[in-house]
Structure formats: C-alpha cells, structure tokens
Nanobody, 115 residues
C-alpha cells in the first residue's frame, strides 16, 4: 500500500523560505514521477513542480527561479524548497507520485505567507 506524508508547511513572512518534505511508503518510488500541487482558497488545484526518475524537473511559471524540487531515492523522499515566498503562494500543498499511470496523493500541508 502506497502512502505519501507531507510535512514542513507553516506560517512565514513574505520573502522567507520553507522546505516541504514528502515521505513515501510502498514500492516504486525510484521509478516514479514526483510532483507538488497546490490549491489556494477559491482556486483550482495547480501543478507547482515535477521531477522525473532521472531528475528532470518542470516548474510552473509562477514559481520558476524561486522553488526547487528534488528527490532522495535512498530515503523515498521528495522535497520542495521554497524561497522568496510571496503572499500569493499561500495554499495547501500536495505531494503526488505518478507510478504505472496511477497518481497517488498525500493529505496536504498548509503554507501561509503573510505580507
């Protein structure tokens, strides 16, 4: 059974940094595409960043240059380093794992950026 558990969210002032972590239990982490989505109040869920099993990354235009996605296959963990945070980054952040055409979701972690 696959389970994704996020941590690292919280309250931070604009310009600050946070690092989100996503620990995955179950098989297949190293061959999966890991991603981070976010959903702000009243808005649709959007893809923030992805990283392939080979380390290729993709970012939303709104976070490129500020956020960095990474993974540690030895620890079954994906990370999202968020720098220069803005109030518009406030959202619930969800970790995802795409494996064999099926996407698994974590429960989410809340990020609030105050101005």
């Amino acid at each position: 059974q696959v389970q994704l558990v996020e941590s690292g969210g919280g309250l931070v002032q604009a310009g600050g940094s946070l690092r989100l972590s996503c620990v995955v239990s179950g098989n297949g982490f190293s061959i999966s595409i890991m991603g981070w989505y976010r959903q702000a109040p009243g808005k649709q869920r959007e893809l923030v960043a992805q990283i392939t099993s080979g380390g290729t990354t993709n970012y939303a235009d709104s976070v490129r240059g500020r956020f960095t996605i990474s993974r540690d296959n030895a620890k079954n963990t994906a990370y999202l380093q968020m720098n220069s945070l803005k109030p518009e980054d406030t959202a619930d952040y969800y970790c995802t794992m795409l494996r064999y055409g099926y996407i698994y979701w974590g429960q989410g972690t809340q990020v609030t950026v105050s101005s």
